[in-house]
């Protein structure tokens, strides 16, 4: 059975920084998309960053480019990402994601990607 358990999450100022993990179990090997997303109230999720595990690359959104860094852990079999500069707009439950298993064609911001999710993280940024 996959699980994946988000932590790190809680309210900080504008400018703040904060980092998420995720400890994921259950996995077979294979080459993924693992990533995050987040959702505010009457929002659609949307995806912040993800990477693949086959070589690393990874995907940002354009609003968090240059201010989160994902990143993973391949011995203690977990997801980071850490958040830097953080903005009231950041504002979300973030949530961990994993793709069962597919290649690094496949879109990593579509949700579709994503087989398994965590339950979620609040992160909560005042101005």
């Known amino acids: 059975q996959v699980q994946l358990v988000e932590s790190g999450g809680g309210s900080v100022q504008a400018g703040g920084s904060l980092r998420l993990s995720c400890a994921v179990s259950?996995?077979?090997?294979?080459?993924?998309?693992m990533g995050w997303f987040r959702q505010a109230p009457g929002v659609e999720r949307e995806a912040v960053a993800a990477?693949?595990?086959?070589?690393?690359?990874?995907g940002y959104a354009d609003s968090v480019k240059g201010r989160f860094t994902i990143s993973q852990d391949n011995a203690k079999n977990r997801l980071y990402l850490q958040m830097n500069n953080l903005k009231p707009e950041d504002t979300a439950m973030y949530y961990c994601?994993?793709?069962?298993?597919?290649?690094?064609?496949?879109?990593?911001?579509?949700?579709?990607?994503?087989?398994?999710w965590g339950q979620g993280t609040q992160v909560t940024v005042s101005s």
């Open positions: 990477i693949y595990t086959g070589g690393g690359s990874a």
């Open positions: 259950g996995l077979t090997y294979a080459t993924r998309w």
């Open positions: 994601a994993c793709a069962a298993a597919g290649p690094y064609g496949d879109s990593w911001r579509a949700l579709t990607t994503y087989n398994y």
